[in-house]
Structures are given as C-alpha cells and as structure tokens.
C-alpha cells in the first residue's frame, strides 16, 4: 500500500527575504560605510564654508562689480542674506541638505541641482575617460616589465614613469595645447561637444584631457603594479605550484599573478580618486570644459557658496561611494576576503 503525500508549493516570504539581505555581509559592510561617512561629509563641508568666507571680499562685491555703490551691495547683501551671521547661513544651508534642497545660486536664480546635473555628466565622463586611458596603458606595461625586469621595455618604463608622475599636471596640458592642437592641430584647444552630438565629436574633445589626466596615474600605476608582479612571482606559493604543474611563465603571470595584483590596483585607484577629481579643476579651466570644476573656480572668484558647498559635497560623496565600491569589488577578485566578513 503507497502512500501519497501532498507537495505544498512553496510561498514567497518577504519577511524572510528583508532577513536574508538584511544579514548579507555586503549589506553590513555598505551601511558602516554609509553612516560613518556621514560625519566626514559634514566636516568637510563645514571646512569649505569656513575657508570661503575667510578669503577677502564678500560675494555681494564680487557679482555686483567693482562699479557697485556701498548701498547697492549692502541691498544685495540683504537680499542674499548674506548679512546674517556665518553659522546662521550656514544651519539654513544644512538643513536645506537634510531636506534635499542644495539652495540656490547667487548669480543667477538657477537652483544649485539643476547646475550640478549639467555640469556632472561632463566631469564624470572626463574622469572615466582617464582611468579607461590609464589601465589599458598601464597594466600591458606592467605585465612587460615584469615579464622581462631590467630589459629594455623595464628600463624605458621607468624613465618615462618617473617623468609623468614628477611633472605638473597644467604644465603637461599647456605643453600638450601647444604640442597636439596649436603646432600639429590634432585636437582642438579648447571646447566641448556633447555626446548628444555625435560621439566622434565628443571623443575628440575629451581624449587630450583624459590624456593629461592619465599621464601621472600611468607612471604611478607601472611602477606600483610591476614591483607587485615581481613580489608575487619571486615569493608566493601558489606562483611555485604552478610553475611545478608546467605551466608556462607568461600564463603564470598573465592568469595568476596579475589576478591578486589586480586587489591592490583596485586600492590604490580607490585612493586615487580624489587626487583625480581634484586635477580635473585644473584641466577643465585650461580646456575650458563645462564641466563641475570649470564651475567651482567660477563659484570661488564670485564668493558663490551655495555652488561651492553643493560642489564640495557631491565630490565628497563620489569619493565615498567609490572607496564603498572597491571594498565591494574586493570579494569579487579574492573569494577568501568575502568568506572572511561571513564569518565576522
């Protein structure tokens, strides 16, 4: 005699799926992250405040012109609101944060969101552009050097590493406007084109400034990742297993070195990333690209602190959120440091 049992079909829970990421060691990792972060965004505006209105002058000055009488400003300071007391503007600027609300720009009566949402796409684009331009340069460098250490290629690297990393990053884009774009005219001096435009066009504007931006991460990641490849290949187990099994050197190096080096390039582009962000200011205003750079050197000459502190804070938060994101990525490449936050 068979029995028969009743299969039930199994019920999707949403409590029990808000408990499962609830527990995800990612999750855990990603909200640490977050709320300590939040001090850090706030110091650094805090900093940015108090150093603008430390600097001489006052916005009302720098928009009305030096043609402006002393009543004019001083109704324009009203206006603003720029006569109250420094932590005064400074609460309302905050609790404006709180609410999502950047305010408003004192030059004109645009909102500081709408400035930052057209002046962002260019800059990120600008600086993707760069680290694009610095791994594909970098990491086949690398991987020759360590290949052969002391040879030609090693040896050349090493020069020309050390010349991009101890040049200045405006002097490198004044030699190039001269070089690339007045004496040869391969690209242009100056402008932008949107990708809404056609991406030829836009490429072909972005690629000298991506270049410059690249110039000294290329040097410095050559010279990071070789001695990296050369460590493992001379030191690690896992490097004399498989050269025990008859692998080849090259597939050694290319399949398994370069893997774990990959975890320490990740940090240091990690580390890099504001050094980045903050070189392109400096680009921006010699390419003249509408970028959010070209807009903070604006925003500081006038005094416009709603801009400069709605700047500040969306940079802060790209450099978080990338730091957040290499610590992610940091599972992907070693299985062994995902298996260790498990368990912690």
């Known amino acids: 005699m068979s029995t028969s049992a009743t299969v039930q079909p199994a019920r999707w829970s949403g409590g029990a799926f808000l408990r499962r990421l609830a527990s995800s060691p990612a999750l855990r990792v990603s909200g640490r992250r977050l709320l300590s972060a939040i001090p850090v965004l706030w110091g650094v505006t805090l900093l940015a405040f108090l150093v603008l209105n430390a600097l001489p002058g006052d916005a009302a000055s720098a928009l009305l012109g030096i043609n402006a009488t002393k009543a004019e400003i001083r109704a324009f300071s009203i206006k603003l609101h720029l006569n109250e007391p420094l932590w005064t503007r400074y609460g309302h600027w905050l609790a404006g944060v709180v609410t999502g609300n950047l305010g408003t720009s004192l030059a004109s009566p645009q909102s500081v969101a709408s400035i930052l949402g057209q002046r962002l796409p260019v800059t990120l684009e600008l600086v993707v552009y760069a680290l694009i331009i610095t791994l594909v340069v970098s990491v086949p460098v690398s991987v020759l050097c360590a290949r052969r250490p002391g040879g030609v290629i090693d040896r050349l690297s090493l020069v020309l590493s050390m010349g991009s990393i101890s040049i200045a990053p405006y002097v490198l884009a004044l030699l190039a406007v001269i070089v690339f774009a007045v004496k040869f005219s391969i690209f242009p001096a100056i402008g932008y084109v949107p990708?809404?435009?056609?991406?030829?066009?836009?490429?072909?504007?972005?690629?000298?400034?991506?270049?410059?931006?690249?110039?000294?991460?290329?040097?410095?990641?050559?010279?990071?990742?070789?001695?990296?490849?050369?460590?493992?290949?001379?030191?690690?187990?896992?490097?004399?297993?498989?050269?025990?099994?008859?692998v080849s050197e090259w597939r050694v190096l290319t399949r398994h070195a370069l893997?774990?080096?990959?975890?320490?390039?990740?940090?240091?582009?990690?580390?890099?990333?504001?050094?980045?962000?903050?070189?392109?200011?400096?680009?921006?205003?010699?390419?003249?690209?509408?970028?959010?750079?070209?807009?903070?050197?604006?925003?500081?000459?006038?005094?416009?602190?709603?801009?400069?502190?709605?700047?500040?804070?969306?940079?802060?938060?790209?450099?978080?959120?990338?730091?957040l994101l290499t610590d992610l990525l940091y599972g992907v490449l070693d299985p062994r440091i995902r298996h260790v936050r498990s368990r912690s």
């Not at 040097?219 to 490849?229: K, Q, V």
């Not at 990740?266 to 980045?276: C, D, K, M, S, Y």
């Not at 400096?282 to 690209?289: G, N, P, W």
């Open 259 to 323: 893997r774990n080096s990959f975890i320490g390039l990740l940090t240091i582009i990690g580390l890099n990333l504001a050094t980045l962000i903050g070189a392109t200011v400096i680009v921006e205003d010699i390419f003249s690209l509408p970028g959010i750079g070209y807009e903070l050197l604006n925003a500081i000459s006038n005094r416009n602190v709603p801009v400069v502190e709605g700047i500040v804070l969306v940079f802060g938060i790209a450099v978080v959120l990338a730091n």
């Open 195 to 246: 990708l809404s435009q056609g991406i030829g066009g836009n490429l072909h504007t972005m690629t000298l400034p991506s270049i410059i931006l690249a110039v000294p991460l290329i040097g410095f990641y050559i010279r990071f990742l070789r001695a990296d490849l050369l460590e493992q290949m001379q030191a690690e187990d896992y490097i004399v297993t498989a050269r025990a099994k008859g």
